[in-house]
């Protein structure tokens, strides 16, 4: 591999909680790849589909922990605007897995930390999480992720829909 490289991807993703919440999202990311890890950010729209349509600005970064990256930590600063909210979310994972299973499947898991100011309300919030999925090349550009998710661990008694979530993310290499 080059010391760096640009890697672009279009994506769309659809994250259904159990409570019956959802928020669709899609957009472009751009990506610089070395063989310690990334830096890159997205820009795309996304919507709750009842309340407000957002604009997003992400901002990721990653190092891997290992050559092949099935360990690594990664960081994640997204920025949202709608006509109803401003945020900002820090996600941090300190040790994602990811898992070969096939030369075209392979297993993920990112337990995280989640932080989030509310502009509008001037509030903090905080929480841990943990999503779990597979992925699954499904022809030369695209790839087909679908995962678990988990929020709200630091309240562990509370399994209510709201902390319960299935997610599907669709990409294409550009």
Do not use: C
Request: hydrophobic letters at 35%; proline letters at 2%.
């Amino acid at each position: 591999m080059p010391d760096n490289i640009i890697k672009s991807n279009a994506s769309f993703s659809w994250f259904q909680n159990l409570d019956g919440s959802r928020f669709a999202m899609g957009g472009v990311e751009e990506n610089v790849v070395s063989k310690r890890g990334s830096a890159g950010v997205f820009i795309g729209a996304g919507t709750d589909f009842e309340t407000d349509a957002k604009a997003i600005l992400d901002f990721k970064g990653s190092y891997k922990y290992d050559q092949n990256g099935r360990m690594n930590q990664n960081l994640r600063v997204r920025n949202t605007v709608g006509l109803k909210s401003a945020k900002t979310e820090i996600r941090y994972s300190p040790l994602s897995l990811n898992i070969p299973v096939t030369d075209k499947t392979s297993f993920y898991a990112n337990p995280h930390y989640n932080g989030s100011i509310d502009y509008k309300k001037g509030k903090w919030s905080n929480s841990a999480g943990v999503f779990a999925g597979i992925t699954q090349k499904i022809s030369k550009n695209a790839t087909l992720s679908v995962e678990a998710q988990r929020y709200n661990l630091q309240d562990i008694k509370d399994n209510s829909g709201k902390n319960w979530g299935v997610n599907a993310i669709i990409s294409w290499d550009l």
